[in-house]
Nanobody, 120 residues
Framework: QVQLVESGGGLVQPGGSLRLSCAASGSIFSIYTMGWYRQAPGKQRELVATITSRSSTDYADSVKGRFTISRDNAKNTVYLQMNSLKPEDTADYYC??????????????WGQGTQVTVSA
């Protein structure tokens, strides 16, 4: 089985910073694109950022210039550095990964989520 575990969420003041981590483990042949998504109460889940296996990145317009996604392939881990946080960044953050579990099976996996609250 494959597991994705997020960590690093918490309460932070507006303008502050937070770094999220997500480690993949289990039956992994290779990992393609990894990403971060977020969902605020009563709202749809939205894409925050993605990063390919060769570290090409893409960001939602709302976080460009403030958030940075990165990955450590040796550790099967993706990170999200969040700076200049705003109250509207408050949400549950989920990581996902497009994983080849063997030579024939490729699926998208999701973590359990970590809460980020931005408030004075």
């Amino acid at each position: 089985q494959v597991q994705l575990v997020e960590s690093g969420g918490g309460l932070v003041q507006p303008g502050g910073s937070l770094r999220l981590s997500c480690a993949a483990s289990g039956s992994i042949f290779s990992i393609y694109t990894m990403g971060w998504y977020r969902q605020a109460p009563g709202k749809q889940r939205e894409l925050v950022a993605t990063i390919t296996s060769r570290s090409s990145t893409d960001y939602a317009d709302s976080v460009k210039g403030r958030f940075t996604i990165s990955r450590d392939n040796a550790k099967n881990t993706v990170y999200l550095q969040m700076n200049s946080l705003k109250p509207e960044d408050t949400a549950d953050y989920y990581c996902n990964a497009d994983i080849l579990t063997n030579r024939y099976e490729k699926n998208v996996y999701w973590g359990q989520g970590t809460q980020v609250t931005v408030s004075a």
